[in-house]
């Protein structure tokens, strides 16, 4: 079995800016949903070990001192709360021209052959299924 990372990474170019790469998606798990006149939602599930799997979580501080200072008070507050909150919530200023910002990663199980080590069905509903393009299988293989 081979391991792949996949990540999702944030930032900001003036706007937000987010991309995912999952490198093992289960087949019919990728949706796109459009909301309202300007939504825009998609998910997938990607595959992982059955268990050990870890999410790694790299956040670029930010520039300013007195953000990064407030930053780091904020994380250390939240770290230090009493056991039993199901939540570590706090605040990051978006920088422009920072396109790496948030970074999640991670690993992928796939087999020899590029199967799932695991088959589950997809989960069905209302959501627009997208199948990739050949162009766009060949885009995302140059990537690598």
Wanted: proline share 4%; charged share 35%; glycine share 10%.
């Amino acid at each position: 079995m081979a391991i792949d990372d996949s990540s999702g990474v944030f930032g900001g170019d003036g706007s937000v800016k987010w991309t995912i790469d999952a490198a093992n998606t289960r087949e019919g798990s990728v949706t796109t949903v459009r909301n309202e006149e300007k939504g825009h939602r998609q998910e997938g599930i990607n595959e992982t070990a059955l268990d050990g799997s870890d999410f790694t979580i790299e956040i670029r501080l930010p520039a300013d001192r007195d953000r990064e200072s407030a930053f780091r008070a904020k994380l250390r507050q939240e770290a230090d709360k009493p056991s039993g909150g199901d939540r570590v919530v706090f605040a990051i200023p978006i920088e422009g021209c920072t396109l790496d910002q948030i970074r999640i990663i991670w690993s992928s199980v796939v087999t020899a052959k590029g199967t799932p080590s695991r088959t589950r069905p997809a989960p069905k509903g209302r959501a627009v299924k997208r199948k990739s393009s050949a162009k766009s299988r060949r885009r995302a293989q140059s990537r690598r």
